[in-house]
């Protein structure tokens, strides 16, 4: 139990910190890192103390209940690979903090940075722990949004938004053929737990959907990846900071494809598909991550490259499937991590001391930054594979991987001559990395005169350029017992024995690194002026950049396409637009009406059902009014649309649902009175009631009577094809019976809203604090037409006294009717669980008590003697109903779940109490600030209109002569 309470905080950590760093100011640069360095090695110790629970291929797992009703948790498992992972995401992340901390300028925001880095880490180790393979997925689109975050962190700049972008919509959409693969796979296995699933492999690899299941696999795979052909947003995400890139792009998001590669090779790997796509792709992006990386001039541009190439060898390995290979690619994944963090870092340090990562202007920094050129030379050279160091050990693993694994195929046959070729471009931009930025002359047009970083800052470069001379020098006793404990959980007992060596002997695998390593010297040498003084890459490198075929698919997708639907379907118009959709519901309607048989029996109709049809002959004929008078006379429209909620909400009373009702009349009187404060400021339509009396503008409305009378008849069908269907088992009934028994409510509406369905509550309310907020937003920068902004004829005759005098015993009743109404208020909320009422009554009730006290009186003068914060009120209100809803996890219940029991007061006796009630404040706080926010957004207006310069007085015809 102790284990798995373990597992669960390692995933929460992270995002419960991300939720402090945002709260932290901006300007606390050194608590940000405290807040973040502590949450990594918080994870760090939680992982040390797990473990022994992962040898000997066993796993933890620990659970969160999220719907039990149909058996779905969220279910975390770690075994010996989730470990290795996680050490790499929280050990590497650790270090990034601290480095962001230097790197970063004082200006920047570091609740941004920290709270999206933080967030990051705790959707990688969603990803990793996931022990649903539906919830994989989820946490997996939440690194790419988290991502998406980190790459555009400098906004401002085009480059960012441009990578940041392209890196969604890659990620993303690989994401979405992810989930596809997983709900299939899922299916197929009988199960969407992990373990279930790596363990129907025969049955999955010998499905007829297997095809289909590994493609979409793949897609995801690939494209988080950046595998060829989606290896072109990796580079764009260079715009990122460099404290981003060295995290994303050595140990975590990158890795993610890789991952998932290899957790799941047992259920659908070992066959020729899996063989022939995945080692095919992965030497072929080797080989191209290589070639460009020797070409670019921009440090952080070859080292993108450079990580693509690394990510094809791992997806190599992956494709191979030997437990040989498998050993190898988790080795490497550790391996790389450690050293292209370590040169992410040194590049960022380059560029933060020199201010610039043009490799063509750097020259000669091993004289004015000597230990960070050493660093960053021993780093290089783990990257090139040179002995002594942890990158020649795994490349080593991997050409005897690919030298021992033939079937036969020329892909089995050109893989060992690959693998050598691209390691070969490998040595070449590692050496010339080394030589060109830090031996040769001096460099004098720099932007700043390079010195060495702060002691902190090269802290983190230097405990990892220590872990590659570790590693390389005492393999065995540094990684040997981790790396088998992750290849273990991964292979299963089928595990050969090894044992990591610096010295094998002279055999293949040592021939083909030497021969890399000649031939990387020779690349270099060869031609050098061409590559240190040409263009960034080759020109067939140019011709196979799959960036300009993305931006030439996204300039059709987003802007040819869109403006050539735009010219065949669009109307001129809001109303045309409007009408065109409508129309569109309709013969959607009637294609689903169509083939129902109506030959069902009629009701009976008697006098009670005469009358409701009166009724609704009345509030048919306010519908109708309304729109026909909604240009001549705005008011009378209002008016009539009142009328016609008036007969909705009788409707409701006919129909035995008072709490319809009562919600129904509030609203319709909130609403009518916003309607009431915004009509003064909608601009005069004299003109157009001139224009709608002629010919065609009565055939216009003639045809959209023809339309509204088609949608309300279908409408009409579809309501009474429900109705008239025969009745099965209704929910309804199973409200009504456990209304009080599960929800301590005798009011089965509001226990459906704020209990039983409290998630689509929680939901709604959300909605409604977004609408809210944008109507605040749209009415300050909205500014009236000239003739809207003209003060009343009432108030240029008499004055505003007179006005005052002329509503003097209306405001005096209104201002009554105050105190009152919060009576109401507060009676309609605490009765609400048991008769109608409830938060959202009791929350459009106060709201009214607000809006006629606006009414009243002008705007200062309530302001003066009311504070009422609205936004404060709604940001309480969805703090309240979230705090509620994640109490219930603090007793082991699902989210929103609620208790109801009888509390024995002194002096009253027992209550019923049930905290569905504090879910229910919550909603009445917000939608009382909603409605509040904006009734003073369109009450402010006559603010802003009064503090504008009256205008010039018009010129007349006799004044001008």
């Known amino acids: 139990m102790v284990a798995q309470n373990l597992l669960l905080m390692l995933v929460l950590a992270p995002f419960v910190a991300a939720a402090l760093a945002a709260t932290l100011p901006a300007g606390a640069r050194n608590a940000q890192c405290w807040l973040a360095g502590l949450s990594m090695a918080v994870m760090l110790l939680i992982l040390g103390m797990l473990y022994p629970e992962t040898t000997q291929g066993r796993s933890v797992s620990g659970s969160l209940d999220w719907i039990g009703t149909i058996g779905l948790e969220l279910t975390f498992r770690m075994d010996g690979f989730a470990w290795l992972f996680m050490v790499l995401v929280a050990g590497i992340g650790l ?444 020109r067939l490198m140019r011709r196979m950049d799959v960036a300009r075929q993305y931006n030439r698919s996204m300039d059709i997708l987003t802007i040819r396409l869109p403006r050539a639907a735009l010219r065949l379907l669009s109307a001129n118009g809001l109303q045309a637009q409007l009408r065109a959709i409508v129309l569109l519901a309709l013969a959607g309607g009637w294609f689903a009406l169509r083939r129902l048989d109506w030959n069902v029996p009629l009701p009976a109709l008697g006098p009670r059902e005469l009358v409701f049809g009166l009724l609704w002959l009345v509030g048919a004929a306010c519908a109708i009014g309304a729109a026909w008078q909604a240009k001549y006379h705005r008011f009378a429209a209002l008016i009539l649309m009142g009328g016609a909620g008036l007969v909705t909400c009788a409707t409701f009373v006919w129909l035995s649902a008072p709490d319809l009702a009562v919600t129904q009349l509030l609203v319709e009187i909130a609403t009518t009175a916003l309607l009431l404060l915004g009509l003064r400021w909608l601009p005069k339509r004299d003109k157009e009631i001139a224009d709608d009396r002629n010919l065609r503008a009565r055939g216009r409305r003639f045809r959209d009577l023809l339309i509204a009378l088609g949608c309300g008849t279908g409408a009409t069908a579809m309501a009474l094809a429900v109705l008239l269907t025969a009745p099965g088992a209704a929910v309804g009934d199973w409200f009504l019976r456990n209304a009080y028994v599960e929800g301590g409510g005798t009011n089965v509406v509001n226990v459906i809203l704020v209990d039983f369905r409290a998630f689509d509550t929680f939901g709604e309310i959300t909605v409604l604090a977004v609408v809210g907020l944008t109507v605040y937003a749209l009415l300050r920068r909205f500014r009236p037409a000239p003739e809207s902004a003209e003060r009343p004829r009432l108030q240029l005759d008499d004055g505003e006294q007179a006005l005052e005098a002329y509503l003097f015993v209306p405001a005096v009743i209104m201002q009554w009717l105050f105190a009152p109404i919060i009576a109401l208020s507060a009676y309609l909320f605490f009765r609400g669980h048991d008769l109608p009422g409830g938060g959202f009554a009791a929350g459009v009730t106060l709201a009214v008590a607000f809006l006629l006290q606006y009414v009243a009186a002008n705007v200062r003068w309530v302001e003066a003697r009311l504070t009422v914060l609205p936004m404060r009120w709604m940001g309480a209100g969805l703090t309240t109903a979230a705090m509620v809803g994640a109490g219930s996890w603090i007793f082991g219940y699902p989210f929103l779940t609620a208790h109801a029991q009888y509390l024995d007061i002194p002096l009253i006796g027992k209550v019923p109490f049930s905290t569905a009630m504090l879910f229910d404040f919550g909603v009445f706080s917000l939608v009382l600030g909603a409605i509040v926010l904006m009734l003073i957004a369109i009450a402010h207006q006559s603010l802003r209109v009064a503090s504008r310069p009256a205008p010039a007085p018009r010129e007349t015809g006799t004044e001008a002569g």
């Not at 296995?189 to 999955?204: F, H, Q």
């Not at 450079?306 to 040989?324: D, R």
């Open 95 to 538: 270090l990034v903090m601290l480095y962001a901390r230097y790197y970063m300028a004082s200006d920047d925001s570091f609740p941004r940075l920290y709270a999206c880095l933080l967030a990051f880490a705790g959707a990688m180790a969603g990803m990793i722990l996931s022990g649903n393979i539906i919830m994989l997925v989820v946490f997996w689109e939440l690194t790419s949004f988290a991502s998406f975050l980190l790459i555009g962190y400098w906004y401002r700049r085009q480059d960012a938004r441009d990578g940041a972008r392209m890196s969604l919509i890659v990620t993303a959409s690989g994401g979405l053929c992810l989930l596809v693969a997983m709900v299939v796979l899922g299916q197929i296995a009988g199960s969407y737990d992990l373990e279930t699933v790596l363990k129907a492999g025969p049955r999955i690899t010998g499905h007829a959907l297997y095809p289909v299941v590994l493609a979409l696999f793949l897609l995801g795979a690939f494209t988080k990846s950046a595998q060829l052909p989606f290896h072109f947003w990796l580079p764009n995400a260079m715009a990122a900071p460099t404290p981003v890139s060295a995290y994303l792009h050595s140990a975590t998001m990158v890795k993610a494809g890789v991952f998932v590669l290899l957790r799941f090779h047992p259920a659908l790997g070992g066959t020729d598909a899996w063989f022939q796509i995945v080692t095919g792709f992965g030497l072929a992006t080797m080989l191209l991550g290589a070639v460009n990386a020797l070409f670019k001039h921009d440090l952080k541009g070859l080292l993108a490259y450079s990580t693509i190439s690394h990510l094809g060898l791992i997806t190599a390995l992956a494709g191979i499937g030997t437990p040989q290979a498998l050993i190898a690619a988790v080795f490497h994944i550790a391996n790389h991590a450690v050293f292209k963090a370590s040169l992410f870092m040194a590049a960022g340090i380059i560029d933060h001391e020199t201010g610039t990562r043009d490799m063509r202007r750097l020259s000669g920094l091993a004289r004015a930054m000597p230990v960070t050129a050493a660093l960053a030379i021993i780093a290089s050279a783990a990257m090139a594979g040179v002995p002594l160091l942890n990158g020649f050990l795994s490349k080593e693993m991997f050409f005897e991987a690919t030298y021992l694994w033939n079937n036969g195929s020329p892909l089995d046959n050109a893989a060992p001559y690959i693998a050598v070729l691209a390691s070969a471009f490998s040595a070449a931009y590692s050496l010339r990395f080394i030589v060109k930025v830090f031996f040769g002359p001096d460099a004098h047009d720099l932007p700043r005169q390079p010195h060495e970083p702060h002691g902190l800052m090269r802290l983190p470069v230097l405990v990892l350029v220590a872990i590659c001379l570790l590693i390389g020098i005492l393999p065995q006793q540094v990684l040997g017992g981790w790396l088998q404990t992750a290849s273990l959980a991964l292979i299963g007992p089928d595990l050969p024995e090894f044992s990591l060596k610096i010295w094998h002997g002279v055999n293949a695998p040592f021939v083909m690194s030497t021969i890399a390593m000649g031939l990387g010297v020779l690349l270099y040498l060869l031609p050098r002026s061409q590559i240190d003084t040409g263009e960034d890459s080759t």
